[in-house]
């Protein structure tokens, strides 16, 4: 299975020039903070993102109702991160608000949290063979921009500078390039001719990506060509992928929906990833309904993962590919977040001498699922919340719209998230 990588870019166009004083991190960075080396710190990082994938999953689905969604909100939190990082006043405590970063005020904690999670990534996946993933974090500074020394010295790794102000063009295409070569290939032309200008002070990105393999792979010759109801009057032919094995299933009172999940292949444990799948009945407004259950129960994800019965279970899921660029400004404003981007917004973490501030933020990303790998399941089922078993083995059979996603047991990350409704 393949799913490709979503990349999202953050850019900013933003001129006055001014003076102010302060740390980029803290009153005194050089500060032995007393809850720097808590090991709960990475574990509630990890809380709030998941926190925030969820009601990131719904504002993307309400902004796109009638569409098929595709996205990365481990992205998309790491190009937030960083932008916290050099966020002061009220522009800080907004993203700490809708980052759910509310465990602490002390932003050196958060820092030490993204660095030692960034390490421990690159150690998990550098050598793993039936698994790859990635994520690389970078902020491209135009070469005029005076960023703040503690802010260089911590994101040594992450910081690049290109010279917006002589051709900015030309760093536009470096950056797709960039882009482009850290995705393996997948994701091209992300930033669009004129998103780059001679004003642009500092470009935010994020790459991710990701590919495995099922432990239970779908036989090509399976597939057979059959009804997906995309709604009570409309219905579709999709290639349905078919197997019959050992899966962990649920059916989740709380969210009124069965919950199947579809483990990649790993060598160890410390790589286990899987798809979760969730299939609400086929009913007008059920995705709505679940996508709302979903962003209320915020300890869901932690249930979810291990509430399961690993049981036998027939599975019919459809073979699919979706390629989706998504508006994070709009999705953002949402979630109450609109006003980084105002002319008000402080990020003088970044440079105290220069204004730097945010206009847009894009994410592209795409994702194919076939009998080797990546699955975006949706099924017709009888849905019976009784706490008996019902007779082996259980139907998963996906031909109505559903929720995917991409978990990370080790993070408890969503790596990657989506709405199927229909064929493309």
């Avoid at 990890?46 to 481990?74: D, H």
């Avoid at 690049?160 to 102000?165: A, G, I, P």
């Avoid at 779908?218 to 992928?241: A, C, G, H, L």
């Avoid at 309904?289 to 209320?296: N, P």
Wanted: with cysteine.
């Amino acid at each position: 299975m393949k799913i490709y990588p979503l990349t999202l870019a953050v850019l900013l166009a933003a001129l006055a020039v001014y003076s102010t004083s302060g740390q980029c991190l803290a009153e005194d960075d050089n500060i032995q903070h007393t809850k720097a080396d808590n090991p709960l710190a990475r574990n509630r990082l990890y809380k709030g993102e998941s926190i925030f994938t969820l009601k990131l999953l719904e504002a993307v689905n309400a902004a796109t109702p009638t569409e098929n969604v595709f996205f990365s909100p481990y992205s998309l939190y790491h190009v937030l991160l960083l932008m916290y990082f050099g966020a002061k006043e009220d522009t800080e405590k907004l993203l700490r608000k809708g980052l759910e970063l509310h465990w602490t005020e002390d932003k050196p904690v958060v820092w030490q949290a993204y660095n030692i999670g960034k390490k421990s990534q690159i150690a998990r996946f550098n050598m793993e063979k039936s698994i790859q993933f990635s994520s690389i974090d970078k902020l491209f500074f135009g070469t005029q921009i005076p960023i703040e020394e503690c802010m260089e010295d911590k994101f040594f790794e992450e910081i690049q500078k290109l010279d917006f102000e002589s051709d900015p063009e030309e760093q536009r295409l470096y950056i797709n390039n960039w882009v482009e070569n850290s995705t393996h290939g997948e994701i091209k032309d992300l930033l669009i001719p004129g998103s780059i200008t001679k004003n642009t002070k500092l470009a935010i990105a994020n790459a991710a990506y990701f590919k495995g393999t099922w432990q239970s792979k779908f036989k090509p010759e399976n597939t057979k060509k059959e009804i997906f109801y995309v709604s009570s009057d409309r219905q579709e032919f999709v290639d349905m992928m078919h197997v019959e094995g050992t899966f962990s299933h649920a059916a989740n009172e709380k969210l009124g929906c069965h919950i199947l999940e579809l483990p990649y292949s790993g060598e160890d444990e410390s790589t286990r990833l899987s798809m979760f799948v969730f299939l609400p009945p086929a009913e007008p407004n059920a995705l709505d309904k679940l996508l709302a259950r979903l962003t209320s129960a915020t300890d869901i994800l932690s249930e979810i993962v291990n509430e399961g019965i690993s049981r036998r279970v027939d599975v019919k899921l459809p073979k699919f590919s979706i390629e989706k660029t998504v508006d994070m400004k709009t999705v953002l404003g949402r979630l109450g977040m609109g006003r980084l981007f105002d002319d008000k917004a402080n990020y003088t973490g970044f440079s105290s001498k220069t204004r730097i501030g945010f206009d847009d933020a894009q994410q592209k990303s795409k994702i194919t699922v076939n009998e080797e790998g990546s699955t975006a399941a949706s099924g017709t089922i009888a849905f019976s919340f009784r706490s008996s078993r019902p007779a082996d083995p259980a139907m998963f059979h996906c031909n109505h719209p559903f929720i995917f996603l991409i978990y990370d047991y080790a993070t408890q990350a969503v790596l990657f998230n989506g709405v199927y409704r229909h064929p493309e």
